[in-house]
């Protein structure tokens, strides 16, 4: 089992910066890759960022991607999610997930940590 906690979310008026992190604690030595998602009221959930747990492969979505930047310490165990630039429409909960061995979903979630971009 994996267990995450994030945390850094906030209220920022647009054009401003947050940073949230999520701290993985468990069997992380399973972990393959760990990712950032969100969602919106009203809305799908929506994948943001990606990053492989060893490497650096990553992977943003259109609508960030210039904007956001997803990094990881391995040491620390931690997964960050730098958000730059930000937007109105970035306003929604995000979650990290994790991806554990061989799987090809996402099934270790935290609670989510809300952002609140404001015009």
């Known amino acids: 089992q994996v267990q995450l906690v994030e945390s850094g979310g906030g209220l920022v008026q647009a054009g401003g910066s947050l940073r949230l992190s999520c701290a993985a604690s468990?069997?992380?030595?399973?972990?393959?890759?760990m990712g950032w998602f969100r969602q919106a009221p009203g809305k799908e959930r929506e994948l943001v960022a990606t990053?492989?747990?060893?490497?650096?492969?990553?992977y943003y979505a259109d609508s960030v991607k210039g904007r956001f930047t997803i990094s990881r310490d391995n040491a620390k165990n931690t997964v960050y999610l730098q958000m730059n630039s930000l937007k109105p429409e970035d306003t929604a909960v995000y979650h990290c997930?994790?991806?554990?061995?061989?799987?090809?979903?996402?099934?270790?979630w935290g609670q989510g940590t809300q952002v609140t971009v404001s015009s």
């Open positions: 997930a994790a991806r554990l061995g061989s799987s090809l979903t996402y099934n270790y």
């Open positions: 468990g069997r992380t030595f399973s972990i393959n890759s």
């Open positions: 990053i492989r747990w060893s490497g650096v492969t990553t």
